[in-house]
């Protein structure tokens, strides 16, 4: 299995966060900050967000971390104030989960049953954890 640069990874976050941009909220990848783990890559990135065009605002900034699995080219958000020690201890414990959910689906009497069951309870626990994936 392949595993992603951080340049891949760089050009991923970028183009996901791009398609994402209106005329209201734009992104700015600050790769200065760029964090490497063992599965993943932490990229953070600004978010501006201006008025609607009606109404004059101060445009409002907000630095969000983007995790980029090395090995699946999943791009993960989060949108729990927290410090990033916590966001990532937290990804690494969800995908280890994740992990042994998939290698132990045969050591079960209904193995197809319990490992949905299992799927979603993680995904619950993924979404309480302010976890949400950046769309293409």
Sequence with gaps: MKVFTKEEALELVTSRLSRNATDTRRFHVLKDRTLEKFSCWVFF??????????????????????????????????????????????????????????????????????????????AEKAKKAGFYEIPF
């Design 45 to 122: 990135y600004e978010v501006v967000t201006s008025g609607d065009g009606n109404v004059s605002s101060e445009p409002t900034q907000i630095i969000r971390p983007a995790i980029i699995n090395k090995h699946s080219q999943q791009v993960i958000g989060n949108s729990i104030d927290q410090p990033i020690e916590a966001i990532i201890k937290l990804y690494e414990d969800l995908l280890a989960e994740s992990k042994a959910v998939a290698e132990s689906w045969c050591l079960t009497l209904n193995p197809r049953g319990k490992q949905v069951s299992a799927l979603k309870q993680l």
